[in-house]
């Protein structure tokens, strides 16, 4: 009897689940592997549930030929699905021009192999839009969603951004002869000849801004309206929402930033393609702006700023007394041109913690791992743990903690400076062939970068390890060649640690210590085998301030 009831209750789930699968989208799960060894509780991320109901743009008017303008076939679609409670948007093969398409909960927009989505060139088919909770006003994304749950975008196409007619581009980034053909195309230039915009309008716009900033004017929406030709959008972003998969697109020529979810929460980005060219202003390609429940994997990133980063923000007001950003799984992914592979900030005001990044690979990037922050932009970021990155020719630093990025303003009162504080990382299983810098640490006198372990890494750069306001700093089991002496430099810290570090060529000098409140550095002595002097003061230090260990 007892069995018969067991085979009785798979039966019925058996068949519930059948029936769910008949009324709703199945999607393929997330692989158990990317939660395993996870260093924090991670939950479990939910995929959409978007009713089993699909329609076509075609049916409601739109023609992929390149020249007609579809917005309203997008909206009238999305307006039917979510009338019958949701479903799938299917966008065929052609080139469908449109303005913004505006995603509601439970609608799932697939684009099919050979179908690109060109956004409209006409910057007056953007509306301005007020941002939620606040009086600024920026430019409507292209793809946009607020408030909503239960949303996919999905296929195998492709959403082209139309940025050229949007972003400013900088001489110092471009050949000689693309900058002139870009000058000869129209627009304007600045008045020291360095920077192009795609029209007068947007360069005195961001003149205007700047003035009525400086002023401390509020602004108001006319203000805004004013510069409309200068705000850009961002390619994708979805504001407050819930429950979000974007898997299999590719994402091309982002006026500024291309995939952004803001105070988002159960977030899925895979197996998509982003590609900007290296020089294109701002065009972040995967921003995960005070989310939490995240996983984003199996991406291929190639962008004009950060690949993959982490902007620990406003927190989601629904969400009290939590950091900005939690729980997040990023892996299998590689970055070729970017300033950062993976980064978090600058702004960290928000908070961040439990992040696991795995199996990243970067490629002619400014920086591999890049952490920044500044005074203004400051707050606590901890429980990061960063396993098997692999990097190749990486213009700047492999690693960077950067706890001065930009200027902070002068005129904030000192009680609300915001300070930065990063802790408690973790970097393991590195490899970086070719670096400016293996390492370098720049943290503040007020609050020095603190508790940081790299193992079991091989760094071949430039300079190897600059350590300036940094405490309980660990590198153990790293082999480290540098083109230039001394390898490592450290300065305004305590308690760093040399521990097994296997020097791949014989040096002159290995260390310098500058500083007189630098003390308790700790080297392993296989470092005396490879250097004719292992360390040297100046500016104060004493000799004192390091210790041999066996």
């Excluded at 990063?422 to 390492?439: E, K, L, P, S």
């Amino acid at each position: 009897m007892k069995q018969k009831v067991v085979d009785g209750f798979f039966i019925v789930a058996l068949l519930s689940s059948m029936a769910f699968s008949q009324l709703h989208r199945i999607y393929e799960p997330i692989p158990h592997r990317y939660y395993e060894g996870v260093h924090f509780a991670m939950p479990q991320v939910p995929l959409p549930t978007i009713p089993n109901v699909s329609v076509s743009i075609v049916e409601f008017g739109a023609k992929g030929d390149g020249v007609t303008l579809n917005t309203k076939a997008f909206a009238d679609a999305i307006a039917a699905c979510e009338q019958k409670g949701g479903g799938r948007i299917v966008v065929p093969p052609g080139i469908w021009v449109t303005g913004p398409i505006v995603l509601k909960s439970n609608i799932e927009l697939h684009v099919v192999r050979g179908a690109i989505v060109l956004f409209s060139s006409n910057i007056d088919d953007y509306p301005m839009i007020q941002r939620p909770k606040s009086t600024a006003f920026t430019r409507s994304p292209l793809l946009y969603a607020v408030g909503a749950h239960n949303i996919a975008i999905t296929g195998e196409g492709m959403f082209n951004g139309n940025g050229q007619y949007w972003r400013p581009v900088k001489k110092e980034k471009l050949p000689s002869g693309h900058w002139k053909r870009l000058i000869e195309s129209g627009g304007a230039v600045t008045s020291d000849g360095k920077l192009w915009y795609p029209s007068k309008e947007a360069l005195e716009g961001e003149k205007y801004l700047d003035e009525l900033r400086k002023s401390k004017k509020r602004l108001d929406s006319t203000d805004y309206a004013a510069t409309r030709e200068f705000l850009r959008p961002d390619l994708l972003a979805f504001v407050n929402c819930s429950t979000i998969l974007i898997d299999g697109p590719s994402f091309v020529n982002s006026p500024k930033f291309t995939v952004h979810p803001i105070q988002c929460v159960d977030v899925v980005i895979r197996n998509i393609e982003i590609f900007n060219e290296w020089w294109f202003q701002n065009a972040d390609g995967i921003d995960l702006s005070s989310c939490r429940n995240v996983v984003v994997y199996n991406n291929v990133i190639n962008t004009g700023d950060d690949g993959i980063c982490v902007k620990p923000g406003t927190p989601n007001p629904k969400l009290k007394d939590l950091p900005a950003c939690e729980n997040y799984i990023i892996a299998d992914n590689i970055v070729y041109h970017a300033h950062g592979g993976f980064v978090i900030g600058s702004e960290s005001y928000g908070g961040a913690r439990n992040i696991s990044v795995k199996n990243l690979t970067c490629v002619w990037t400014d920086v591999g791992l890049r952490f920044k922050s500044a005074r203004d932009r400051g707050g606590l970021v901890e429980h990061i743990v960063i396993d098997s990155v692999w990097m190749k020719d990486i213009a700047g630093e492999a690693i960077l903690f950067d706890m001065s990025y930009g200027d902070a303003p002068t005129d904030v009162p000192q009680e609300r400076i915001r300070i930065p504080q990063f802790r408690n990382f973790t970097i393991r299983n590195v490899v970086c062939d070719g670096a400016r810098y293996g390492v370098r640490i720049e943290g503040l006198r007020e609050q020095p970068i603190h508790t940081i372990s790299i193992e079991n890494a091989t760094l071949l750069s430039d300079r190897s390890v600059l350590m300036n306001y940094a405490e309980g700093i660990q590198l153990n089991r790293v082999a480290l060649r540098s083109k230039y002496e001394p390898y490592c430099t450290i300065k305004n810290s305590q308690q760093i640690v040399f521990d097994n570090v296997n020097l791949l060529d014989s040096v002159s000098i290995f260390l310098r210590v500058e500083g007189s409140t630098t003390k308790n550095i700790r080297v392993h002595k296989s470092v005396l085998e490879r250097s004719q002097k292992p360390f040297e003061t100046s500016n104060g230090a004493s000799e004192s301030s390091v210790v041999f260990i066996h």
